[in-house]
């Protein structure tokens, strides 16, 4: 390991030391938003040790705690996941060799591991870079989701740390830098749209799949030459009884989709290629679920508006995200302004 840490060398070693911050920050708030909406213990620590896939791990837990099936918990997922099957075949010439070797470097295929691999241009440091990040990555992700875990179950009551608040702001900050077209922010604005206003017509946990009627916004291109029931029971209730009941086959069901859409690169590498037009389906189709999952955790409890002080929170961590500002910084203003405005009795 050490080889590959000189590799690496000291520069790229300090962009993944702060990317392992960040996320150890995240993993914090997800294991403690996690547990203290009612989810056993070991649901986030199993789900992020076989999932390893913090959007998809945000979204498979909120859909639950507002109340959905483990079904829509793990499409969402899986939806949100399938960005990794094209990521998969971009790195699959870092992470050659025997079955062992390809399953583990399959496990560490994320968003910020192929981001700063396919930085660099050196082969050999492209896989260095590939292989340090996703190992600190992990143990980092995993330790600070134990932490969280641990002190959702010490607070109890996350919303008055404004927690609530943060997971809507992770997901801002993940999904504001993908809008960069005016076609991806039609899909997402009207699949949100969709998600809000059925909130109350659907049962809970589908308005977020509904969403994807946003990506209607996608079948017109530019270029014409080319066209190419009533309200379930309460959230915490819900949470109940999806950890007693059916946690450890929805968590194995996602962690093997998630998997299989991470080793399909390697394991087809040089004989089957995605198209540009089907990776942008793919991703537009993350982004929609996202913003929809946005919107209506950050507007929508209980099949009511949530208050002004998550709004506010949230509203904060856009403005922060579109000024750049660092990724804990983001998480934490959502959350002290959420919270600080609860304790000044803003609801």
Known sequence: MR????????????????????????????????????????VPVVLSLLVFAGG???????????????????????????????????????????????????????????????????PARRAAVFWACGVALFVCWNIGVVAGAVAGTWIGDTDALGLDAAFPAVLVAIVLPALNTRRIRASAGIGSLVAVVS?????????????????????????????????GPSPLRRARRW??????????????????????????????????????????????LLAALIATSTLIQDGSFAGWARF?????AVVLVLFRAPFPLVVI???????????LGVA
């Open 243 to 288: 950890a007693s009941l059916m946690p450890i086959l929805a968590v194995l069901v996602l962690a093997a989709g998630t998997f299989a859409f991470r080793i399909a690169g390697p394991a087809l590498a040089g004989r089957y290629e995605f198209s540009e037009r089907a990776q942008a389906w793919m991703a537009s189709a993350a982004t929609t």
């Open 312 to 316: 506010t929170g949230v509203s904060l």
């Open 199 to 231: 909130t109350p017509l659907l049962p809970a946990g589908l308005p977020v799949l509904a969403s994807l009627a946003g990506l209607v916004a996608l079948v017109r291109r530019p270029d014409r030459a080319h066209p190419d029931r009533a309200p």
């Open 3 to 42: 080889s590959v840490w000189r590799t690496v060398g000291p520069e790229r070693a300090r962009a993944i030391a702060l990317v392992c911050a960040a996320d150890t920050l995240v993993a914090v708030s997800f294991g403690a938003i996690a547990v203290g909406g009612g989810l056993d213990r070991w």
């Open 333 to 343: 203003a959502a959350a002290v302004t959420t919270a600080a405005l609860r304790q």
């Open 56 to 122: 998809a791990q945000f979204a498979a837990v909120g859909t639950v705690l507002a109340g959905g099936s483990a079904t829509a918990a793990v499409v969402t997922g899986l939806l949100l996941n399938a960005r990794l099957l094209p990521f998969s075949f971009s790195v699959s010439d870092m992470i050659r060799g025997g079955p062992l070797r390809r399953a583990l470097g399959a496990q560490i295929v994320t968003d910020e591991t192929v981001a700063l691999a396919l930085a660099e241009r050196d």
